[in-house]
């Protein structure tokens, strides 16, 4: 129900983004010109570096299609029959992740590096394969100036910290591997900038505090009032009174038979004595 509801928000967006490539090449001129001015490494460098090797670049691209969806899926899949309680946490904070990334994909459209000449950067995907995007104008299924945040490290992200904390041994912080490859392949390929990370992890963290926090006040009952606390204090002393009634009982029983030359009046100052 929340892939289903999530797809059909996603569809009128992606009907409202239609038409404004334009802003999107625009706000791609921005993000680069900020890259530069914070002095982050050039996307144009990594992916150069990647084209110097042949199967890497193939590597990049068959992650890239092949990897993001399949191991989120799986990830769940195994949360849900192994670790439910951190399943339904890990569930609400890609639920919430992917609709507020939504919300800035039709506020701030953008377009990734290989749809911009002015970039430098290639369209790996389509010059090497596998590409899982068509032409953007004909793309039915796809945003493809949808590139802040980038959901493939936000998801990769927080798949990988749900596994760590799954996990006892200290191997399990191995697969915060994935989030990092999963950032040097969207960039090394041209379909995302550092900052659409960096935005998409900062919203992760957000989201992640949101639900947590929003957990913790469930969780914590509220104190009962007085008038319970008094009556289920009372409730709790009862059954000591039977049971000392029914030990009171039993001495007596007992008195009258280690005593039977005891006549009862005897035998009832016995018992009031115990």
Same mark, same amino acid.
């Given at each position: 129900m929340l892939v289903v509801a999530l797809f059909l928000a996603y569809k009128p967006g992606r009907q409202i983004i239609s038409g404004h490539a334009g802003e999107a090449t625009a706000n791609a001129a921005s993000v680069w010109r900020l890259e530069r001015w914070l002095h982050l490494p050039s996307e144009l460098t990594v992916q150069h570096t990647l084209l110097g090797h042949g199967w890497l670049v193939t590597a990049a691209d068959s992650y890239y299609a092949y990897v993001h969806f399949p191991a989120t899926a799986a990830v769940l899949i195994w949360l849900y029959l192994f670790r439910a309680p951190l399943y339904l946490r890990t569930r609400r904070v890609l639920a919430w992740l992917t609709a507020a990334a939504l919300v800035v994909h039709v506020w701030f459209p953008l377009a990734p590096g290989r749809l911009v000449p002015a970039t430098g950067l290639l369209d790996t995907g389509a010059l090497f394969g596998p590409s899982v995007y068509g032409p953007p104008d004909t793309d039915t299924l796809t945003n493809q100036y949808a590139a802040m945040p980038s959901l493939h490290v936000g998801w990769a992200l927080a798949v990988a910290v749900a596994l760590v904390a799954a996990g006892r041994g200290r191997w399990r912080w191995l697969w915060l591997a994935h989030p990092l490859i999963t950032l040097l392949v969207v960039v090394s390929t041209g379909n995302h900038y550092w900052l659409d990370a960096i935005v998409a992890v900062a919203m992760l963290a957000a989201t992640a505090a949101l639900v947590l926090r929003h957990r913790g006040?469930? %969780?914590? @009952? %509220? @104190? %009962?009032p007085s =008038? +319970? *606390?008094? !009556? *289920? =204090? !009372?409730? +709790?002393t009862r059954p000591r009174a039977r049971r000392s009634g029914r030990w009171s009982c039993r001495r007596v029983a007992a008195a009258a038979d280690v005593r039977p030359e005891l006549s009862p009046v005897e035998v009832g100052n +016995? %018992?009031?004595?115990?």
């Amino acid at each position: 129900m929340l892939v289903v509801a999530l797809f059909l928000a996603y569809k009128p967006g992606r009907q409202i983004i239609s038409g404004h490539a334009g802003e999107a090449t625009a706000n791609a001129a921005s993000v680069w010109r900020l890259e530069r001015w914070l002095h982050l490494p050039s996307e144009l460098t990594v992916q150069h570096t990647l084209l110097g090797h042949g199967w890497l670049v193939t590597a990049a691209d068959s992650y890239y299609a092949y990897v993001h969806f399949p191991a989120t899926a799986a990830v769940l899949i195994w949360l849900y029959l192994f670790r439910a309680p951190l399943y339904l946490r890990t569930r609400r904070v890609l639920a919430w992740l992917t609709a507020a990334a939504l919300v800035v994909h039709v506020w701030f459209p953008l377009a990734p590096g290989r749809l911009v000449p002015a970039t430098g950067l290639l369209d790996t995907g389509a010059l090497f394969g596998p590409s899982v995007y068509g032409p953007p104008d004909t793309d039915t299924l796809t945003n493809q100036y949808a590139a802040m945040p980038s959901l493939h490290v936000g998801w990769a992200l927080a798949v990988a910290v749900a596994l760590v904390a799954a996990g006892r041994g200290r191997w399990r912080w191995l697969w915060l591997a994935h989030p990092l490859i999963t950032l040097l392949v969207v960039v090394s390929t041209g379909n995302h900038y550092w900052l659409d990370a960096i935005v998409a992890v900062a919203m992760l963290a957000a989201t992640a505090a949101l639900v947590l926090r929003h957990r913790g006040n469930r %969780a914590t @009952p %509220a @104190p %009962a009032p007085s =008038s +319970q *606390r008094y !009556r *289920r =204090s !009372r409730d +709790q002393t009862r059954p000591r009174a039977r049971r000392s009634g029914r030990w009171s009982c039993r001495r007596v029983a007992a008195a009258a038979d280690v005593r039977p030359e005891l006549s009862p009046v005897e035998v009832g100052n +016995q %018992a009031g004595h115990v």
